[in-house]
């Protein structure tokens, strides 16, 4: 089923968004192979690289290199990334030198991009000798060689490097944006358009730089939403003085000091002081935290009041927000479906127009339609129209957009596929415990049923619970601590039942009702309470109440899920009447208790099969549910590796109201998407009408082009203003 595409589709997806495809073959779509472990990488930002043709040519290039293992492009950063078991730089740098590119070295991916070699000024002689040489030939009656001369003269000055690239890429076979200026401004000059061949190169110079620095900006705004750590860091000496040094060299262990209105430079645990903290920049979160000794604390956040000492926990490059970043920087890297329909449509539509702009040369004349000068002209015009910059650009730009946004607030998300895929959900489905609830349970009453005594069931209840990890389990131990333990032999976990053991020859067991029914106990189930029950045998000896409050937020979010048009149902380990009862507190549409975890997963196979669903939970309990779901979103995993690591998508905190954002970003993200695509598509329609009618000049057609393309970046990066 459709619905049940892109959640696969993005973990096979290769690292090939494009930011300018005019090309004429288009970037594997299928994944490669996966990169050994212990790969080094080197990483080369290369200025030229804009578009999968030059992508193609780097592949070329560079695959017959010994060590290599993988290549991984991220065009929005003109960056190349070679993942290698060690080979010669100086030759993989000088291989793609020969291929008109300038690649550079970049330890710190925060590095300003390289400057054009050709200033402002010389660019401002070069137009004012475009612009006279087009002035002069508008007025008439000027000597040809003196419009050669200044068109010649304007070329000379800012074109020749794109005619070097232009004709290396031709020898490749690829029609890069390049190859398109070098034919277009040749046969100009050709057919004796000196003014125009002037114009068109200064223009597309001009729009080179520009659209850089505009991408350039795109990169910072997106990077300046992530990285909030300060580079350096106050730490104790061993002589006990504190000293700033950089954040990388502190080690776990090592002891920080964070002042009043300061950024906190690393993970760690507070030692001493009792801070309220602004955690924004992790969980999207504006309300402070209130924190102590023994809090754990998150590089990014701000310590609002008085000074605060912690325990470094990680190094820099492993803090929760180096790997937000880390998986921001992943997901720019993976196309999205509309991306990937964009890049299929532009590796047929660039071919295409190049064989209607030779079509257009040779059939005006024989057609009767006008002299072959003419012909040659509109297919010149048609040529600079065959680079469909604008409509690829369009879609990397505003799904990295979408996902900085969704960072800025707190939701992760794996990858383009995955904002996509939220707008397109019809039902959500939630665990109940630590997804509606807080998800720490706490007895509220228990009592002997059976012929032991009080202390006796307490001991056996501790040490069954004591050895699970399970949250009542943990809550039934905190309760009893302090009670002696019983010695149990061959302690056994039952998955969504509960504990067993023997005890003196007879089967002991704390558990739900499904396993206090396996042994033929009658117990009572109609409770709205989660009940636990002790037994021995066939036999009641205890009963636990246990309690867990629902989160405040869960009202609200279940009722703006519901505003969105999302059925919302609940599939919970819990007992029948509890998960009922909270399902009717919450006015949620189904719900589905005393589930196993394959019980789950195949409740969730039906509804998949209805619609494309969402299953929000822990991270850890559902992931079997997480991962078969159309979309995996787990909630609340701030400093959770497993989780951050493993989601679709990852709600930083407990606020469940993120859910609903989610789904906002998503049709957002895709109502800007029709628009750039729109925008894109639009004007070339427009400029291949005019071109065919001959009302389309070569110098508006470059001018049309550049002004696309800085439309659809500018529209796309507008989510980044809004606000939840």
């Given at each position: 089923m459709a619905s049940q595409t892109s959640h696969s589709e993005a973990h096979t997806d290769s690292a090939v968004s494009s930011c300018g495809g005019c090309c004429s073959s288009q970037a594997p779509t299928a994944a490669e192979p996966a990169p050994q472990v212990n790969s080094q990488r080197l990483v080369l930002i290369i200025d030229e690289l804009c578009c999968p043709s030059e992508e193609r040519q780097l592949r070329k290039a560079l695959e017959d290199m010994p060590g290599l293992v993988e290549l991984r492009f991220q065009f929005i950063d003109r960056r190349l990334e070679i993942l290698h078991d060690g080979i010669d730089t100086a030759d993989a740098m000088e291989r793609i030198r020969q291929l008109g590119m300038s690649p550079r070295t970049q330890r710190d991916q925060q590095t300003a991009p390289q400057q054009s070699s050709i200033p402002w000024t010389r660019l401002a002689i070069a137009g004012a000798m475009a612009v006279a040489a087009e002035v002069l030939n508008w007025g008439g009656n000027v000597p040809q060689w003196v419009l050669a001369a200044l068109a010649l003269c304007a070329i000379a000055l800012v074109g020749l490097d794109t005619w070097r690239k232009g004709f290396i890429a031709l020898r490749q076979g690829s029609l890069n944006i390049n190859a398109l200026m070098s034919v277009a401004v040749t046969g100009a000059l050709l057919i004796g358009h000196w003014a125009e061949a002037a114009m068109v190169i200064v223009l597309f110079t001009i729009s080179e730089h520009v659209e850089a620095r505009s991408l350039h900006r795109a990169r910072q705004a997106i990077r300046g939403l992530l990285d909030l750590a300060p580079p350096r860091a106050r730490v104790q000496q061993q002589d006990g003085e504190w000293r700033e040094v950089e954040a990388e060299l502190v080690q776990p262990g090592d002891l920080l000091r964070a002042r009043a209105g300061e950024r906190l430079a690393l993970d760690g645990e507070i030692t001493r002081g009792h801070p309220s903290l602004d955690e924004s920049a992790i969980t999207g979160e504006s309300l402070p935290r209130d924190k102590q000794p023994g809090d754990q604390?998150?590089?990014?956040?701000?310590?609002?009041?008085?000074?605060?000492?912690?325990?470094?926990?990680?190094?820099?490059?492993?803090?929760?927000?180096?790997?937000?970043?880390?998986?921001?920087?992943?997901?720019?890297?993976?196309?999205?479906?509309?991306?990937?329909?964009?890049?299929?449509?532009?590796?047929?539509?660039?071919?295409?127009?190049?064989?209607?702009?030779?079509?257009?040369?040779?059939?005006?004349?024989?057609?009767?339609?006008?002299?072959?000068?003419?012909?040659?002209?509109?297919?010149?015009?048609?040529?600079?129209?065959?680079?469909?910059?604008?409509?690829?650009?369009?879609?990397?730009?505003?799904?990295?957009?979408?996902?900085?946004?969704?960072?800025?607030?707190?939701?992760?998300?794996?990858?383009?596929?995955?904002?996509?895929?939220?707008?397109?959900?019809?039902?959500?489905?939630?665990?109940?415990?630590?997804?509606?609830?807080?998800?720490?349970?706490?007895?509220?009453?228990?009592?002997?049923?059976?012929?032991?005594?009080?202390?006796?069931?307490?001991?056996?209840?501790?040490?069954?619970?004591?050895?699970?990890?399970?949250?009542?389990?943990?809550?039934?131990?905190?309760?009893?601590?302090g009670t002696s333990l019983s010695e149990l032999e061959g302690i056994e976990e039952r998955g969504g039942r509960g504990m067993i053991a023997s005890h003196e020859g007879l089967a002991i067991w704390l558990g739900n009702a499904r396993m206090a029914r396996e042994y033929g106990a009658q117990v009572d189930e109609q409770t709205t309470q989660a009940p636990l029950w002790l037994g021995r045998g066939s036999q009641v000896l205890a009963t636990f109440q246990v309690s867990d409050s629902l989160r405040s937020t869960s009202q609200a979010a279940i009722d703006r899920l519901h505003e969105l048009g999302l059925k919302v149902s609940i599939l919970s380990g819990d007992s029948k009447p509890r998960v009922q009862a909270i399902a009717d507190q919450l006015s949620i549409d189904e719900a589905h208790g005393e589930l196993l975890p394959e019980d789950k997963l195949r409740h969730l196979e039906q509804l998949t099969r209805q619609a494309p669903t969402a299953m929000v939970g822990d991270g850890i309990n559902d992931a079997p549910a997480l991962a078969?779901?159309?979309?995996?979103?787990?909630?609340?995993?701030?400093?959770?590796?497993?989780?951050?690591?493993?989601?679709?998508?990852?709600?930083?905190?407990?606020?469940?109201?993120?859910?609903?954002?989610?789904?906002?970003?998503?049709?957002?993200?895709?109502?800007?998407?029709?628009?750039?695509?729109?925008?894109?598509?639009?004007?070339?329609?427009?400029?291949?009408?005019?071109?065919?009618?001959?009302?389309?000049?070569?110098?508006?057609?470059?001018?049309?082009?550049?002004?696309?393309?800085?439309?659809?970046?500018?529209?796309?990066?507008?989510?980044l203003r809004i606000v939840p």
């Open positions: 604390v998150h590089a990014g956040s701000i310590n609002l009041n008085g000074d605060m000492e912690y325990r470094a926990t990680r190094v820099v490059s492993d803090t929760t927000l180096a790997r937000i970043i880390h998986a921001v920087e992943q997901a720019q890297a993976s196309r999205a479906p509309t991306q990937r329909m964009i890049d299929r449509f532009a590796a047929v539509y660039t071919p295409g127009v190049f064989v209607l702009a030779l079509a257009t040369a040779i059939a005006w004349p024989l057609l009767g339609l006008g002299p072959w000068l003419d012909g040659v002209y509109r297919a010149l015009v048609l040529l600079v129209i065959a680079c469909p910059c604008a409509l690829v650009i369009s879609t990397p730009v505003t799904i990295v957009s979408g996902l900085a946004a969704a960072a800025r607030q707190g939701i992760l998300i794996k990858g383009g596929a995955y904002l996509e895929q939220a707008q397109r959900l019809k039902q959500v489905v939630l665990d109940k415990t630590g997804t509606l609830t807080i998800g720490r349970p706490k007895v509220s009453d228990w009592q002997t049923t059976g012929p032991l005594s009080a202390e006796q069931c307490a001991s056996l209840a501790l040490s069954l619970a004591s050895s699970s990890n399970h949250p009542i389990s943990r809550a039934v131990a905190e309760h009893l601590q078969r779901a159309d979309l995996g979103i787990a909630m609340g995993v701030a400093g959770s590796d497993v989780a951050i690591e493993t989601a679709d998508v990852a709600l930083m905190d407990d606020d469940l109201g993120k859910l609903a954002r989610l789904v906002e970003l998503s049709h957002e993200t895709r109502r800007l998407l029709i628009q750039n695509i729109a925008l894109a598509i639009g004007i070339k329609v427009v400029f291949l009408a005019l071109a065919l009618t001959g009302h389309a000049t070569l110098w508006m057609a470059v001018f049309a082009d550049m002004g696309a393309s800085l439309l659809v970046v500018a529209n796309g990066l507008r989510i």
